[in-house]
């Protein structure tokens, strides 16, 4: 993986993080890095991201010091998700949301444009990249 591609995904996780670019403009300098999808992972506060052509490439993400609950709250976790899309939410207020919801990561197809968020037990919420 190029320097150049890995500096790009670093610097998406810091801007995510500390809400300097809109969710939509780091999925679009993502998917001109050549990222298919990434993973985060919130027990292990890491994110793993994916390129078309199979390599792959982890950065730590800060998570908030809050515990994820036990069971998945599906309708905690679509106001989450509903709040990022359309109140400007930023990114570390979405994740202290989520594990309250009892999320334990997702997935983020961004050419597939969905994401699958999950639960302990294999709940699973599917969500479709708005238009």
Known sequence: MSPATIE???QSVINAQEGHKPFP????DLLTAGVSRY????????KTFYLR???SYVVSITMPDTEIAQDFD?????????ASQTEGQKFPVFLE????AGCIGY???LDGRRVIYSGRNGEEHT???PS
């Open 127 to 129: 969500e479709l990249f």
């Open 53 to 55: 052509n199979d390599e």
């Open 8 to 10: 790009i995904l670093e």
């Open 97 to 100: 949301r989520s594990c309250l």
């Open 74 to 82: 599906q309708p905690a976790m679509l106001a989450a998700i509903r």
């Open 25 to 28: 403009e780091i999925v679009g």
């Open 39 to 46: 993973h985060i992972d919130f027990l292990r506060a890491e």
């Open 107 to 109: 997935v983020a197809y």
